[in-house]
T-cell receptor, first 113, second 110 residues
Framework: DGGITQSPKYLFRKEGQNVTLSCEQN?????MYWYRQDPGQGLRLIYY???????QKGDIAEGYSVSREKKESFPLTVTSAQKNPTAFYLC????????????FGPGTRLLVL | GQNIDQPTEMTATEGAIVQINCTYQ??????LFWYQQHAGEAPTFLSY??LDGLEEKGRFSSFLSRSKGYSYLLLKELQMKDSASYLC???????????WGAGTKLIIKP
């Protein structure tokens, strides 16, 4: 089955701790995205990557970091610098072409202990 | 500034028709998307409009007027499983990223 997987489904972070959220896709998509979803707000773009070994900051990149070493994988690290990390994190992928449609993984809910 | 407006919540009856509106003000336009999101789950793609007019796909239709900065999603023959949030997103004309509305929570009553 082709699709996007995210793990874990739930993640708990302690104060001062970095945590990494996994995102893998087997759709052969060039572009991958990380969004944050908070209640009552639209999805906000954290980082995106249109090609391996390259990525750009989105609207709310502070306190986050990413890597894109493989086409299939785009992990997101939530660092201790992110003071309000509690949210639902969604990974998406697309062809990277102008008319692309983005397809989403099941999401990771991050909670702070 | 860039802004997308949708009603926060709507209620409809099973078997009826409901129209969810979306208005947008963006620096450019390269298409409008509708997604469905059930609580705690990922958004799933419903429709894409880039030209004016109506796109029909089964029980769901989406309309776009670029001159008015307006779109709607029309859901017919409502079923209980249609209870979800519906997200409107516009592709920005400058950097081609998606700008998202806050979503409309649709509640279906028997």
């Amino acid at each position: 089955d082709g699709g996007i997987t995210q793990s874990p489904k739930y993640l708990f972070r302690k104060e001062g701790q970095n945590v990494t959220l996994s995102c893998e896709q087997n759709l052969n998509h060039d572009a991958m995205y990380w969004y944050r979803q908070d209640p009552g707000q639209g999805l906000r773009l954290i980082y995106y990557s249109q090609i391996v070994n390259d990525f750009q900051k989105g609207d709310i990149a502070e306190g986050y970091s990413v890597s894109r070493e493989k086409k299939e994988s785009f992990p997101l690290t939530v660092t201790s610098a992110q003071k309000n990390p509690t949210a639902f994190y969604l990974c998406a992928s697309g062809t990277g072409l102008l008319q692309e449609t983005q397809y989403f993984g099941p999401g990771t809910r991050l909670l702070v202990l | 500034g860039q802004n997308i407006d949708q009603p926060t919540e709507m209620t409809a009856t099973e078997g009826a028709i409901v129209q969810i509106n979306c208005t947008y003000q963006t620096s450019g336009f390269n298409g409008l998307f509708w997604y469905q999101q059930h609580a705690g789950e990922a958004p799933t793609f419903l429709s894409y409009n880039v030209l004016d007019g109506l796109e029909e796909k089964g029980r769901f239709s989406s309309f776009l007027s670029r001159s008015k900065g307006y779109s709607y999603l029309l859901l017919k023959e409502l079923q209980m499983k249609d209870s979800a949030s519906y997200l409107c997103a516009v592709r920005d004309g400058s950097n081609y990223q998606l700008i998202w509305g806050a979503g409309t929570k649709l509640i279906i009553k028997p």
